[in-house]
């Protein structure tokens, strides 16, 4: 896969077992956007470095979203790696909460240059030793979304409804009563800022990778609002009703990667117009297959509520933020978190400078530029 380099592969110590499937350039720069891509794309490189991933789904009755909404049954999937331990006074003290971004599932951190960098033996979240939890959030993955048949009547969920389902899913699910950490990237990032203010010392550590405690305003809710009227002011969407997907998702899937991708990377894959213009035919094709209006609008819609800065100083257990100089929608002028991240009590702010191994946000996907930062973290917030 091209977006391996070679000290990448080198630290993924691959052997000789299945080789990638095709997938398309741009799907390839977008493996943050698509975890059915991302499985095909793990498991034949990394999958014997790793225990056996166990999955499952944990249906709770009754389910009450903030906005009064109530679902009948709210299923949340999840993947699981290793094995829980417990301390002499029987807590769990190795679990390790693994948060996604908008658009993929849990599977989406099972991908070469993250599991496997992270999760393999040695590496600082070394399945052998950490109890990790993949959950897919609501809306996305196997958990229950609005395509599976409510389509635009299923209940607009935010990021507080989500939390509180992965919040579900760990205590009552899993029956883990303490995290060693939390980590998010993106979407995912936000959620975790959530957790260490609503529920402080649920974890030793919070690691939150591309994204601010702040309100979604400027270019990023300018993009999301981009996406968001797309979608509804297209009248093949029908209220959410269609039947066939409506022509903006093109739109929508057209503004989702011109997100995440850089100018270097896209230069790198298609270095010609022909070939610029077949990365993009071989997208599009890609994104048919993979978008549902109705479930990437509400995903992207999610954020509506999103703003924890008014309480950051709740937050009192070990974290560490980590962003990429080259975000688009977070560059170094215009981010908050060199100010926010000094009303953490044990907070650090760690940003990577632009190279030719970072991708923008996407870089939350790029274990090897940041885990050094990750293994500080667990080191300084031992309990």
């Given at each position: 896969m091209k977006f391996l380099s070679s000290r990448l592969l080198l630290m993924l110590r691959l052997k000789n077992t299945a080789p990638f499937v095709h997938v398309p350039s741009f799907a390839i720069i977008l493996m943050t956007l698509a975890s059915n891509v991302v499985s095909i794309c793990a498991f034949g490189q990394i999958a014997p470095?790793?225990?056996?991933?166990?999955?499952?789904?944990?249906?709770?009755?009754?389910?009450?979203?903030?906005?009064?909404?109530?679902?009948?049954?709210?299923?949340i999937h999840y993947r699981l790696l290793g094995q829980p331990h417990r301390n002499p006074n029987g807590h769990v003290d190795n679990a390790v909460l693994l948060l996604h971004m908008t658009g993929p599932d849990g599977a989406v951190f099972l991908s070469p240059p993250f599991g496997g960098v992270l999760f393999v033996p040695g590496g600082v979240l070394d399945a052998s030793k950490y109890f990790l939890i993949l959950p897919d959030g609501i809306g996305h993955g196997k958990s229950s979304k609005p395509s599976d048949g409510l389509h635009s009547h299923f209940p607009k969920y935010d990021y507080d409804d989500m939390v509180a389902a992965e919040h579900m899913l760990v205590t009552d699910g899993l029956q883990v009563d303490h995290l060693r950490l939390?980590?998010?990237?993106?979407?995912?990032?936000?959620?975790?800022?959530?957790w260490g203010e609503n529920y402080p010392g649920a974890a030793d550590a919070l690691a939150a990778l591309a994204c601010m405690p702040a309100q979604i305003a400027g270019k990023n809710r300018a993009w999301r609002y981009m996406i968001i009227k797309a979608i509804t002011d297209d009248p093949g969407y029908m209220q959410g009703d269609y039947k066939t997907e409506p022509a903006s998702l093109r739109t929508a899937a057209d503004l989702m990667v011109m997100l995440d991708i850089t100018p270097l990377k896209?230069?790198?894959?298609?270095?010609?117009r022909d070939a610029a213009d077949k990365c993009t035919e071989d997208y599009w094709s890609w994104a048919a297959k993979n978008f549902d209006a109705n479930d990437l609008l509400y995903a992207i819609n999610a954020s509506r509520n999103y703003d924890p800065s008014a309480d950051l100083e709740k937050i009192h257990v070990p974290l560490t933020a980590i962003d990429s100089a080259d975000d688009a929608l977070y560059p170094p002028d215009v981010n908050v978190l060199p100010t926010q991240i000094k009303r953490v009590q044990k907070g650090k702010f760690v940003m990577l400078p632009a190279s030719r191994f970072t991708r923008g946000e996407g870089t939350d996907m790029l274990a090897a530029l940041w885990s050094n930062y990750l293994a500080e973290l667990l080191d300084r917030s031992q309990p």
């Open positions: 470095l790793l225990p056996e991933v166990r999955e499952g789904d944990y249906v709770t009755k009754d389910f009450h979203f903030k906005d009064g909404e109530v679902l009948p049954e709210l299923r939390i980590l998010g990237a993106s979407m995912g990032c936000m959620h975790t800022w959530m896209v230069l790198k894959q298609c270095q010609s």
